[in-house]
């Protein structure tokens, strides 16, 4: 009992004796006692922050907040938090982060911040002890290129950005007004010179003012070396603070971070404008166009990047580069695989940046993307890259009109597809009228461009035209070619009555009095040839009895005309395997359906327009993009082969789209065309008669064009052959009649195969 007793006694002793439970509001104010005194008492002014013990109190600090929240009723603040907002520790820890002493201190107060707003649940953005400090904060980030607190700053400013997007009413405390910017900056800024003076010393200046520890803020402002304003001190005037605000709000900060050579702190700073901008509220839209320079930010970066490919880059380079993904591959460097040209970074920092703007606008509200997408159109578009498509040199209008090609083919937002597209081709939509060259200065000049005395210019052309007409949008099609075909005054009237005589439609006119038959090819001029004036050169399907009405002409018959049109003396596809017209089936189906996809929604006609609602008396003009077609076309035997391609591939594009008036005038070869117009095939059957005239004069012209096709496909080591242009123009001519056949067979429905 004596041992029970003394154990019992014992614990007894231990009990009375342990230590008291921790009062959280005392340990709060002590660590922030231990954070003042150390300007008190150290005058070491090159030791680190990391080194002392200011981090960890502030770790203790924000531990004991999230501790007391959790332990808090709901909406109720603790007397910790209470304290920290009295006090205003916020604003004296961002004076002395701003001062950075000690050296370093800057990254500490923003882990401080970021913490508190990532991890504190309860509403405070709202709270003026709060959002002053946080707006001075924002003004400190992303000043200078490369600093050591890039890190920091991006993670607090995108915990900023996610508070916003979880409640948009906070951005009106975030970001400051205009009417308040000029003020805020004096104050926030009249101390500025002599700061960088007497940050370096701050302990004396300090430890006279902290003989009270309820006196924090003049701790800050005396240890950043700041002075409060007089009271006869003007502020800046209203007029000036949207050019200040430009350089002090978060949206500049964000912009300049995602500057930086660290691709992280560049992807996380893009990611934390994305948040910003993809506020759904039309209120939120509205404040950022107004009290922000957001527009003309992002604007002005595209433009600064764009400025910074050299313009001495090789065209065929810029040619090489894929399309590129922001998320991916934003701020990345070349990397020794990829750095194959000089100029190459540049350009990829330049179409990451398109990239991301084009994803800015598809995630931001609708009145936020038409204004960023107006201002791209007017501080780039009109202001940049119209005078360089304009200018006279022909190297500099060569890599514009690539390097535009390039953006057209990255972009795929509507609204900025949109902008594009009207600065390109005007917002005409009347029929055309020949040698029109003031309706739109830019979108005439361009077209001609299809025709320009250089090919590589010509090329560059034709592939910004080729990369539109794969955009979804109605007008680049409808501006280009339908509005000229909506009276369909091709067609001549007489056939209005209902009887068409195909066989003769079918020998399209070669002039306005000359027909096809009277050639001289088809009047025996050339016995020698084998060729007989009874024999046609084009293998056509036998003339049908029945009349079919104008628009309904067969698909086989379409089939059978394209690939009869060039004649057996020039074609070579059948001695080389997987060369028939089948092979572009596929291609042209997947084509098709593409357009067929988004034209569905443009509400076409699904039948022709009678010809009696059209205007008799209109004469038809093609208008001047398919006349430069056109005219290339004729020309296709004299024209590099690169050259070549490029047209065929456009005009393919073109009669992939399923609008009636359009196949018909492009694909159907039996149309009856009105005196003076032409039509896609009738321009081929001039060609067709222009090369059975040449081929009299070559000896053994199959042979040789067997093996001009043979080395383009690569069977056979290129050489010195007589006429190549005019031998590769002929395998171009051939490949192209073969699509046109193929295209016209896929548009068809399947039971009319």
């Known amino acids: 009992m004596e041992v029970f007793s003394k154990l019992t006694s014992l614990f007894q002793q231990a009990l009375e004796t342990r230590e008291p439970s921790v009062n959280l509001h005392d340990s709060f ?26 981090p960890w109190r502030l770790k203790q600090m924000l531990d004991i907040l999230i501790y007391e929240e959790q332990h808090q009723e709901v909406e109720e603040t603790g007397p910790c938090m209470e304290y920290l907002l009295q006090h205003k520790l916020l604003e004296t820890l961002g004076t002395l982060g701003k001062a950075q002493y000690p050296p370093g201190m800057n990254q500490q107060v923003l882990i401080f911040f970021t913490k508190l707003l990532g991890q504190i649940q309860q509403p405070m953005l709202h709270i003026i002890n709060v959002y002053r400090p946080i707006q001075k904060l924002i003004r400190q980030c992303g000043v200078l290129p490369g600093s050591q607190s890039e890190k920091e700053e991006v993670q607090f400013l995108y915990v900023i950005c996610n508070k916003l997007k979880q409640d948009p009413y906070l951005l009106n405390y975030i970001l400051e007004a205009k009417s308040e910017v000029g003020k805020q900056r004096h104050n926030s800024t009249s101390g500025d010179e002599d700061g960088r003076h007497s940050a370096a010393k701050p302990s004396t200046a300090a430890a006279s003012s902290l003989s009270q520890l309820s006196d924090c803020t003049a701790l800050g402002s005396r240890a950043a070396g700041y002075a409060e304003p007089s009271s006869g001190t003007q502020a800046r005037p209203a007029s000036c603070s949207l050019a200040h605000k430009a350089d002090t709000n978060l949206v500049q900060a964000l912009i300049n971070l995602s500057k930086s050579q660290k691709s992280k702190i560049a992807l996380k700073s893009c990611e934390a404008l994305l948040l910003l901008v ?3 509220k039309e209120e939120t839209a509205s404040y950022l166009i107004e009290n922000t320079a957001l527009c003309q930010l992002v604007t002005d970066r595209l433009c600064e990047l764009y400025s910074q490919v050299p313009t001495s880059i090789d065209p065929a380079d810029i040619e090489t580069v894929e399309r590129v993904n922001w998320r991916g591959q934003f701020s990345k460097r070349c990397t020794e695989e990829a750095a194959v040209f000089p100029g190459r970074e540049h350009l990829e920092a330049f179409l990451l940046w398109v990239d991301y703007c084009d994803h800015l606008l598809k995630e931001a509200h609708r009145s936020l993307a038409s204004s960023l997408a107006k201002a791209i159109h007017q501080r780039w578009l009109i202001a940049v890259i119209q005078p360089q498509l304009l200018q006279m040199s022909e190297i500099g209008m060569l890599i514009t009109t690539i390097l535009l090609t390039l953006v057209v083919r990255q972009i795929s937002s509507p609204v900025m597809l949109g902008e594009v597209v009207f600065f390109l081709l005007g917002n005409q939509k009347e029929p055309e009228l020949p040698m029109d060259s003031e309706s739109h200065v830019l979108r005439y000049h361009l077209i001609e461009h299809c025709d320009h005395i250089s090919d590589e210019i010509s090329v560059a052309t034709l592939r910004l035209f080729e990369q539109l007409l794969q955009k979804p949008h109605e007008h680049i099609i409808f501006n280009l070619v339908l509005r000229n ?7 001549a009237h007489s056939s209005a009555c209902g009887l068409e005589d195909r066989h003769a439609v079918a020998h399209e006119q070669l002039d306005d009095t000359e027909e096809l038959e009277e050639d001289p090819f088809f009047t025996g001029m050339y016995p020698e040839s084998g060729f007989q004036g009874s024999e046609q050169l084009l293998s056509l399907p036998p003339r049908e009895t029945a009349v079919r009405p104008a628009g309904n002409t067969g698909v086989n018959d379409i089939v059978n005309s394209f690939l009869c049109l060039v004649p057996q003396e020039a074609k070579t596809s059948q001695n080389v395997l997987e060369s028939g017209y089948d092979t572009y089936v596929h291609d042209a189906h997947t084509l098709f359906q593409d357009c067929t996809s988004y034209s569905l929604e443009w509400g076409w006609p699904q039948e022709l327009r009678p010809l009696e609602s059209s205007t ?9 993009f398919l006349k430069v077609l056109f005219d290339r076309i004729t020309r296709i035997l004299d024209q590099p082969y690169e050259l070549n391609l490029q047209i065929t591939s456009v005009v393919s594009k073109l009669a992939v789209f399923s609008h009636p008036h359009l196949h018909e005038y492009l694909l159907d070869p039996y149309i009856n065309l009105a005196p003076g117009s032409r039509s896609l095939f009738s321009v081929l059957v001039r060609v067709i008669g222009d090369l059975m005239q040449r081929i009299q004069h070559i000896p053994n012209f199959t042979g040789k064009l067997l093996l001009v096709r043979e080395q383009l496909i690569g069977l056979e080591p290129e050489a010195m052959t007589d006429h190549l242009t005019l031998l590769k123009g002929v395998t171009v001519l051939e490949e192209f009649c073969k699509e046109l056949a193929a295209i016209a067979f896929v548009k068809y429905p399947v039971e009319e195969h």
């Open 29 to 54: 104010v002590e660590h922030w006692k231990g954070i003042t005194n150390y300007y008190i008492e150290t005058s070491d002014e090159t030791t680190p922050a990391k080194q002392t013990d200011i």
């Open 278 to 280: 993809g506020i759904p």
């Open 485 to 491: 075909l909506e009276l369909r005054s091709y067609i």
């Open 616 to 624: 008799p008396d209109s004469d038809f003009y093609e208008g001047h």
